[in-house]
């Protein structure tokens, strides 16, 4: 089955950038889809950015458009999440997911598989 671990949490600066990395392993079929999300406490889990590793579409949610950048390198087996401009609102445990459908996006209900999390925070 698909398991996924993230990397790349951390803290940084209002207006500072990192990248988170989704290391993944399983069948590739199981992950034709894969999506950020993040989620603070007392809040649903949000979509961030969500990729369909076929045909390279990606969806950002609007809160990120600009910024955000997610890529994968299929050699590595790896999906990545740049984040540019990181404001205190960015901050949150980010959570990578893979879905067999590539057209999952940001549809946390689409995802089957998750990842345990990495921690970013934003200072202002």
């Known amino acids: 089955q698909v398991q996924l671990l993230e990397s790349g949490g951390g803290s940084v600066q209002a207006g500072g950038s990192l990248r988170l990395s989704c290391a993944a392993s399983?069948?590739?079929?199981?992950?034709?889809?894969v999506g950020w999300f993040r989620q603070v406490p007392g809040k649903e889990r949000e979509g961030v950015a969500g990729?369909?590793?076929?045909?390279?579409?990606?969806h950002y949610v609007d809160s990120v458009k600009g910024r955000f950048t997610i890529s994968s390198d299929h050699a590595k087996n790896t999906v990545y999440l740049l984040m540019n401009s990181l404001k205190p609102e960015d901050a949150g445990t980010y959570y990578c997911?893979?879905?067999?459908?590539?057209?999952?996006?940001?549809?946390?209900?689409?995802?089957?598989?998750w990842g345990q999390g990495t921690q970013v925070t934003v200072s202002s």
């Open positions: 399983g069948p590739t079929e199981e992950r034709n889809g």
């Open positions: 990729l369909h590793q076929r045909d390279g579409i990606t």
């Open positions: 997911a893979a879905a067999q459908s590539g057209s999952c996006y940001t549809l946390a209900w689409a995802y089957r598989r």
